[in-house]
């Protein structure tokens, strides 16, 4: 039985879901394939009976599972081999390692490429994103919000520094190996190139290496970004 995986695609046809991004990850280093079905934001709701608001979601078998945790659980639950998790606690450290990179890493990164991802995205779903991102911004429009962004990069650059200082002394923030947050972080970066049109990195960052490697993982199953990181 082949899992299935709905994944958010661009107008290009691009996965730019970092959540989704992190889940093929996972399905990689399990070693577990699955078939894409890819859909935009407009159709998510129509899914599963309506079960569920946001990819990814996976069907396996007659089971579906919404939320990147709970995908990444059940994985390891129903198929032991090569975990996610090695521990309770290795799960737990990934588990704060996302909050801090959705809080301080993404979320700015978001404010860079607000627009960026509205322009990318298939033509039916941009009102809809526009009017779900501009109610969530305090009345701003999604131009008002990105103005001045070049400013705002050397703030995202900024925020990785515990990255930077993870990776001084180890291929991967897994150690010799990768690991969950390395894949939640190469998810995010994954969405960050395939539609924010500035550089979030400056061309000698440290952390260009450690994508390099993270991109190359699994034939380079992450080689896919439309625009530059670095500049
Ligand atoms: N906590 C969820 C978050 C997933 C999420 O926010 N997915 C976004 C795509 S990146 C989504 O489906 N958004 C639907 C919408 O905005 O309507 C997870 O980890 O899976």
């Not at 990850?25 to 946001?54: M, N, Q, R």
């Not at 078998?61 to 129903?78: E, M, N, P, Q, R």
């Not at 993404?106 to 322009?119: A, K, P, S, T």
Request: net charge neutral.
């Amino acid at each position: 039985m082949t899992i299935r995986l709905y994944e958010l695609v661009a107008a290009d046809g691009r996965a730019f879901s970092p959540f989704v991004w992190r889940i093929k990850y996972a399905l990689a280093h399990k070693g577990l394939g699955a078939e894409t079905l890819p859909v935009g934001f407009t159709e998510i709701p129509k899914l599963c009976d309506g079960k569920y608001k946001t990819v990814p979601i996976i069907e396996d078998g007659g089971t579906t599972v919404c939320d990147s945790w709970a995908i990444a659980d059940y994985l390891d639950k129903t198929y032991p081999e090569k975990p996610l998790f090695t521990s309770p606690q290795e799960r737990a450290m990934a588990r704060f390692f996302d909050g801090w990179f959705g809080l301080e890493v993404m979320n700015r990164i978001f404010g860079v490429c607000v627009l960026d991802i509205h322009d990318h995205a298939r033509a039916e779903d941009q009102p809809y994103f526009r009017q779900s991102r501009e109610s969530r911004l305090g009345g701003k429009t999604l131009e008002q919000f990105v103005e001045g962004r070049d400013a705002r990069l050397p703030e995202v650059r900024h925020a990785l520094r515990p990255m930077r200082a993870a990776l001084a002394s180890a291929p991967f923030l897994g150690g010799e190996t990768p690991n969950y947050a390395d894949y939640i972080a190469l998810g995010g970066f994954i969405w960050t190139g395939a539609v924010c049109t500035v550089p979030v990195l400056a061309a000698d960052d440290k952390l260009n290496d450690w994508l390099k490697r993270g991109f190359d993982l699994f034939g380079g199953l992450g080689n896919v970004p439309r625009y530059p990181l670095a500049a």
